[in-house]
């Protein structure tokens, strides 16, 4: 509250604070809640202020009056008021972030923007929580605060996200939260730019043999601020279980070609090769190729007999087996083979293949 002497009049000034009618704004007939006097006669101008304690009962608007009044010399007495209002919020969660915005997206940082409808329960807290998958967002911004004006609407805040890794595809949301609890965003995303050397291109199969592939490529397209690749990795996984891995071949960045050895004959391997800078390994170029075929060198596992359903005098057996090892198929089995030699000379040799 502030009041300002009538020129000429030199004389404290002596405020009183009163709860005033919420429906007419008068406020003698109300008790005095605070107040104070200034007695400095130098200043025409003076103010006063009010702290009040309320609690839940409270809640809503509540209307102080402020009065201010003078008697100089002469017993000339002058007064004036005037009345506030002071808007009292109860406690409650945080109101959900909207306007999510992420922007300034590069390699390595993000800002992340939002807007606060209403600041529910002063003082509040908003964190963004991110990470690369979306049921794991495991990292944290720095907080912001959002401050005491509890009146101001569609506050806009930001915060940027650093250390992040380029080409990556990040989940995020703002948590805002007060004395009462959290409340969340919806999830949203946001990929950075990329730093690292973009596929290598023209990746083909120049060879197959029963134990290799052998593959060339060209170099990756240019990329602004991207530096030159340093080497090339290949790698093959079999996709088959039961197959071991081959180590991955390392190029020079003037080799253009490799070739991928200890395979396994008739087996699919998935096979990739990447482009390597200083920033580290870049996109991969894919394609899956298959060794040639030989003849198995394995037999079938678990191989058993059972005699027909019909007796000592049935002639009919059943036979049941499992595929080769992993190893020893050397490619897809396409039929069997079974003999049985009896054990007397007038029975005949019987043998059937079986697909």
Known sequence: CTATAPEGVVAPKNFTWRRADPADDTCDDFSVVGGNVD??????????????????????????????????????????????SITVVGPALPQQPTNIINGNVDSTSAIIQWTVP??????????????????????????????????????VFSVALTGLVDTTTYF????????????????????????????PLNFVLTMR?????????????????????????????????????????????????????GLFPGVTYSCSV???????????????????ETAPTGEPQNFGITPGDDGDTSRNLTFFWGLPPPTQRNGIITNYTISCTPDTETLPLVETTLP
Do not use: H, K
């Open 274 to 292: 990447a482009a390597v800078n200083d920033r580290g390994e870049g996109e991969l170029a894919e394609q899956s190729e298959t060794t040639l």
């Open 39 to 84: 007695s400095n006669l130098e200043q025409p101008v003076s103010t006063s202020a009010l702290n009040v304690t309320v609690s839940n009962a409270d809640i809503g608007t509540l209307r102080y009056c402020c009065q201010v009044s003078i008697t100089d010399l002469d017993d000339m007495a002058v007064s004036d008021n005037s009345v506030t």
């Open 172 to 199: 995020y949301q703002v948590v805002a939260t007060n004395g009462q609890g959290s409340t969340s965003s919806d999830i949203q995303s946001f990929t950075t730019t990329i730093l690292r050397p973009g596929p």
């Open 118 to 155: 209403i600041i529910a329960y002063t003082p509040e807290t908003y964190v963004v929580n991110y990470g690369t998958s979306m049921s794991s967002l495991d990292m944290m911004s720095d907080p912001v605060e959002s401050g005491s004006d509890f009146e101001a609407v569609n506050q």
């Open 209 to 261: 043999t029963t134990t290799s592939l052998e593959f060339s490529w060209d170099p990756p397209a240019p990329i602004e601020d991207v530096g030159a690749p340093t080497r090339y990795i290949v790698r093959c996984e079999p996709q088959l279980e039961g197959i071991d891995t081959p180590a991955p071949v390392n190029q020079s960045a003037t080799q253009l070609t490799a070739t991928v050895m």
